[in-house]
């Protein structure tokens, strides 16, 4: 079965600062892997994803994901944080059989100026 | 174009009624799906629809039921409800990939479901 998970519940990051959101997956086939972010009251919109190629994928608002293989893992980075940036984030796996996605637990993060 | 548009936003329902929440795609999108957002258990898919077929289906109880009509425009119903079915509600629209694999899904901006 496919499971996603996201080590950490919260994370606090100075402005300016670089940020890395942990994801390993579980998927006994080729990945379709997602990264959403999640204002408060707010629906969900896509970041950025990976479904085949080139494993460093980018982004919209300056993100970039690596996708490795041999760690299941797809890892969100920025490299310089924004107050805007605060929001909760999740990382989500999809697969060959139509648009079905499972979520991890998400991260709030949190920027401090 | 226009995004994906949820109605109502927010509902409040007593233990035992049912409701029906909607959801609109994106002009062209034919896949619809829905998920379940709470705090504890996180976000879950219930089901998605594609051209008036269920495609796929979430482990969630028969009381939890959608459809799609022919212009792609979604419902999903819950029947005798239950306190613990208070949630968000999000629908996402995707054009369909040539492959059938999992595409790039546009979500609303959610129905909140209030249960007392």
């Known amino acids: 079965a496919q499971s996603v998970t996201q080590p950490d519940i919260h994370i606090t990051v100075s402005e300016g600062a670089s940020l890395e959101l942990r994801c390993n997956y579980s998927y006994g086939a080729t990945p379709y892997l997602f990264w959403y972010v999640q204002s408060p009251g707010q629906g969900l919109q896509l970041l950025l994803k990976?479904?085949?190629?080139?494993?460093l994928v980018q982004g919209i608002k300056g993100f970039e994901a690596e996708f490795k293989r041999s760690q299941s893992s797809f890892n969100l980075r920025k490299p310089s944080v924004h107050w805007s940036d605060a929001a909760e984030y999740f990382c989500?796996?999809?697969?060959?059989?139509?648009?079905?996605?499972?979520f991890g637990a998400g991260t709030i993060l949190r920027v401090k100026s | 174009k226009a995004g994906v548009t949820q109605t109502p936003r927010y509902l409040i329902k007593t233990r035992g009624q049912q409701v029906t929440l909607s959801c609109s795609p994106i002009?062209?999108?034919?896949?619809v799906s829905w998920y379940q957002q709470t705090p504890g258990q996180g976000l879950q898919f219930l089901f998605e629809y594609f051209s008036e077929t269920q495609r796929n289906k979430g482990n969630f109880p028969g009381r939890f039921s959608g459809r799609q009509f022919s212009n792609s425009r979604s419902e999903m119903n819950v029947s005798t409800l239950e306190l613990g079915d208070s949630a968000l509600y999000l629908c996402?629209?995707?054009?369909?990939?040539?492959?059938?694999?999992?595409?790039?899904?546009?979500f609303g901006p959610g129905t909140r479901l209030t249960v007392l």
């Open positions: 996402a629209s995707s054009l369909d990939t040539t492959s059938g694999a999992t595409g790039e899904q546009f």
């Open positions: 989500a796996v999809g697969g060959r059989y139509g648009n079905k996605l499972v």
């Open positions: 990976y479904f085949s190629g080139d494993t």
């Open positions: 002009s062209g999108h034919r896949s």
